[in-house]
């Protein structure tokens, strides 16, 4: 009989290990080669950098060092709603883990009972039973195992998640704020544009009054300066609606905001965006769907683990007065133990389609984590040339308002001695103005690309 036991143990332990159901999570193969293109060349990618402080790692008051902006940051990060949501969802996993990890353990019930009975109005007599129960299930093929590391995927997961809403948000506040910037410069260039126009409506009506032009330079000059102040008008309305939208991201009732100057901002020049693979582990969104793809997998082998046997243990002891044949006082203890196995044999297919859904899920989870891989890439491609590229044309901008400047005094000054029309000067002044908000709106380009750099490559560090 002996023999016989460790016989049945030795096939049990076989039949477990061969059946893989105590495999952990590991990695499959993934290419990260190439995976972010450089920003100068149209078809060769960038050399991987072996540098592991990469851009994407520094803590986020490194790289947006305004003052004013770092208050707004953190009162974003302290007062935001779907942060504070994010938060609670990681208490309310680590409880189901918790849940998961006291499956191993037994469960215990406490069912005290009492009994006076009296037959034909007779002597009545008091029986009584407090009896403590045990049931543990124990798991042989994984099934609790499966379980409780799925849930640890599903709080890394969760975490990560917390992370991604938190990048988010700082990249969400830095960008308004930058946006606001942006329009407050834009906002003076016009009002100074239109004391300009101003000026050159006021030279119209006198060249008329001198009999040099006609009234139809004067109405153009007219038109242009309200045209000009039409735009001031519009530019108003952005700067309060970008307020308030910025004021709801920082938990807060819609209301201006403080901020500095656009000319003032100093941000990082120089990126090192790391090696493609690093984007596996400081991506947040990336490792969320790798712990969702290790989550499946456990998912996977909990599937698995419902075709085999469930053994069921259950010990019980009752102090009690009635031993069945009687009553006796005082009472006694009494002890029982019951085991109890059950083996799935013909579940109506439950058993065989939970195990292909968990399949097909690990796979999507699959197709999903290679996508945000794929994503992540593309997206710390598009922040580098856009970056570069605001660079370049701000400095040819910079270059374009120079002359046109000149442009437009010389222009008054030849209207002046009626060497040219009143239409040069006008297209001169508006071709000014464009060049003047194209030139501040790439610099504010220029500024997103940093955001979204850092946003790319997985930045939010405290």
């Known amino acids: 009989m002996k023999k016989l036991n460790i016989w049945i143990l030795a096939t049990g332990v076989l039949l477990m290990s061969s059946c893989g159901l105590y495999q952990k999570y590991e990695r499959p193969d993934v290419n990260t080669t190439?995976?972010?293109r450089d920003n100068v060349s149209l078809n060769d990618t960038l050399v991987a950098n072996v540098d592991t402080a990469h851009f994407g790692t520094l803590p986020w008051r490194s790289v947006f060092t305004d003052p004013q902006l770092q208050i707004l940051i953190q009162q974003a990060l302290d007062n935001n709603v779907d942060l504070l949501n994010a938060a609670l969802n990681v208490q309310m996993v680590e409880a189901q883990l918790k849940m998961a990890k006291l499956a191993f353990l037994p469960q215990f019930v406490f069912s005290p009972q009492g009994t006076i009975a009296s037959w034909d109005g007779g002597k009545a007599t008091k029986t009584y039973q407090?009896?403590?129960?045990?049931?543990?299930?124990?798991?042989?093929f994984g099934n609790f195992l499966s379980l409780k590391r799925s849930a640890q995927m599903q709080l890394l997961a969760t975490k990560d998640y917390q992370t991604v809403v938190q990048t988010n948000i700082i990249a969400g506040v830095a960008n308004m704020y930058y946006t606001?910037?942006?329009?407050?410069r834009q906002l003076q260039i016009v009002d100074d544009m239109t004391a300009l126009t101003k000026d050159t409506w006021e030279m119209m009506k006198l060249q008329k009054e001198l009999g040099r032009t006609r009234s139809t330079s004067v109405q153009s000059a007219e038109a242009n300066y309200y045209s000009v102040q039409a735009q001031a008008?519009?530019?108003?309305r952005q700067i309060r609606e970008v307020e308030n939208s910025l004021s709801l991201l920082l938990g807060q009732p819609a209301q201006a905001i403080t901020r500095g100057k656009l000319e003032d901002q100093?941000?990082?020049s120089e990126f090192s965006t790391g090696i493609g693979l690093q984007l596996l582990a400081n991506r947040a969104d990336v490792h969320y769907a790798e712990m969702s793809l290790a989550q499946c997998f456990y998912n996977v082998e909990n599937a698995r683990s419902k075709f085999y046997p469930s053994l069921t243990i259950t010990p019980s002891a009752t102090y009690t007065n009635s031993g069945g044949g009687g009553i006796v006082n005082p009472g006694k203890i009494l002890l029982s133990l019951v085991g109890g196995l059950t083996q799935p044999i013909?579940?109506?297919g439950q058993l065989?389609?939970?195990?292909?859904?968990?399949?097909a899920q690990y796979e999507q989870a699959y197709n999903n984590w290679q996508n945000a891989l794929l994503k992540a890439g593309s997206e710390v491609s598009d922040a580098l040339v856009l970056y570069n590229s605001s660079d370049e044309k701000g400095k040819l901008e910079a270059k374009q308002v120079e002359t046109l400047k000149k442009n437009v005094e010389h222009t008054k000054m030849l209207f002046k001695s009626s060497g040219s029309s009143y239409l040069e000067v006008i297209a001169a002044q508006q071709s000014l103005l464009n060049a003047q908000i194209s030139k501040v709106t790439d610099d504010f380009q220029k500024m997103q690309a940093v955001v979204n750099l850092y946003n790319a490559l997985g930045g939010g560090g405290k």
């Open 34 to 36: 190439g995976l972010i």
């Open 130 to 140: 407090l009896p403590v129960a045990a049931s543990w299930n124990v798991d042989l």
């Open 180 to 184: 606001l910037l942006m329009l407050d």
């Open 233 to 236: 008008v519009d530019m108003k």
């Open 266 to 268: 100093s941000l990082p």
């Open 346 to 348: 013909f579940m109506r």
């Open 352 to 359: 065989t389609a939970g195990l292909k859904v968990a399949k």
